[in-house]
């Protein structure tokens, strides 16, 4: 179970440094180039990961997946983008903080619309707690 | 070290809508996943953003803010690695008996917290920032109403 618990915090520090080196290429060459190397990198680095799961099996089934689902890859590119170029104007902290904070009551909201919230109180008050926590930051400290 | 009490609202108001734009990211390749598996859909998508990319590059003409005008160091070229890497890693926590609550919850944490180390020591060259008590305001407040979304609001 701690092995779990391991994973799962490497899996944010992973996050973090992805968004960070993605960063520092974006001072260099341009966030949008940064997200084209970053496209590019991980799709080289997928290809053997996707032979060892699957062996490439699903490239026979691809009709049957619905049009919308490839455009995940396109919302990517421009969150890598943006991502890239933001963390300099804000540092990772803020931007971790705020896109956190977007990400989930974006991702409420939905479920909220499709009808997935069991108990609404308690969503309102993690969503309000967050505003919240965005909010804290206009209130600078000098 | 420098503070940065004076960004434009304008940057906060961006990240906070990338926020957005993530959630439905993840909701798409979700739901690839779910048809295949999401090794194939981080393979999908991470393939269809490299010729989407290019279009784009082509197509921007304004030029973007570039400080750095020395050759980008080799590892700055890693972070596609380790972005599709937390994929993978994602998948088998998610299946285990930490569920997806757990792993987002704690996938939260270790974001913060390497955010916080990173930012405080200026690591990978990007900008080093003081970190303000304020700041950790801010990530309890975020983490605090987030487990509260994801243990108790679905």
């Given amino acids: 179970m701690s092995f779990l618990i391991f994973l799962a915090l490497f899996n944010g520090i992973l996050i973090s440094l992805s968004r960070i080196l993605n ?3 974006g001072l260099h060459i341009g966030a949008l180039r940064s997200s084209f190397w970053n496209h590019l990198v991980g799709f080289l680095f997928l290809i053997p990961v996707v032979f060892y799961f699957n062996r490439f099996s699903f490239a026979q089934n691809l009709q049957d997946i ?8 396109a919302l990517g590119v421009v969150f890598v983008w943006s991502s890239s ?9 803020q931007s971790t903080i705020l896109v956190i904070a977007g990400q989930m009551i974006f991702s409420s909201v939905l479920d909220f619309w499709i009808g997935k919230i069991d108990s609404l109180v308690p969503a309102l008050v993690g969503t309000l707690i967050i505003i919240a926590g965005v909010l804290l930051g206009k209130r600078r400290p000098s | 070290m420098f503070t940065d009490l004076h960004v434009p609202k304008i940057y906060t108001i961006f990240a906070f809508l990338s926020g957005g734009l993530l959630s439905l990211m993840i909701l798409i390749n979700g739901k690839l996943a779910l048809h295949t598996d999401s090794s194939w859909s981080s393979l999908t998508a991470h393939f269809v953003g490299i010729p989407f990319s290019a279009l784009l590059i082509g197509l921007w003409v304004q030029k973007e803010d570039t400080s750095r005008n020395e050759s980008p160091p080799l590892w700055s070229f890693m972070g596609g690695l380790f972005g599709a890497l937390t994929v993978i890693l994602a998948a088998t926590t998610f299946n285990s008996s930490l569920g997806v609550s757990g792993t987002i919850a704690l996938s939260l944490l270790g974001q913060t917290l390497l955010s916080l180390i990173i930012d405080s020591k200026g690591w990978f060259g990007v900008a080093q920032r003081t970190i303000h008590r304020n700041d950790i305001f801010q ?7 987030s487990c509260i979304l994801i243990f ?3």
């Avoid at chain 1, 619905?66 to 890859?73: D, R, S």
């Fill in chain 2, 152 to 154: 108790w609001a679905r």
């Fill in chain 1, 85 to 93: 170029w933001l963390i300099p104007k804000l540092g990772l902290t």
């Fill in chain 1, 66 to 73: 619905p049009l919308y689902a490839w455009t995940g890859g």
């Fill in chain 1, 23 to 25: 960063a520092r290429l």
């Fill in chain 2, 139 to 145: 990530l309890i407040f975020i983490l605090v109403g």
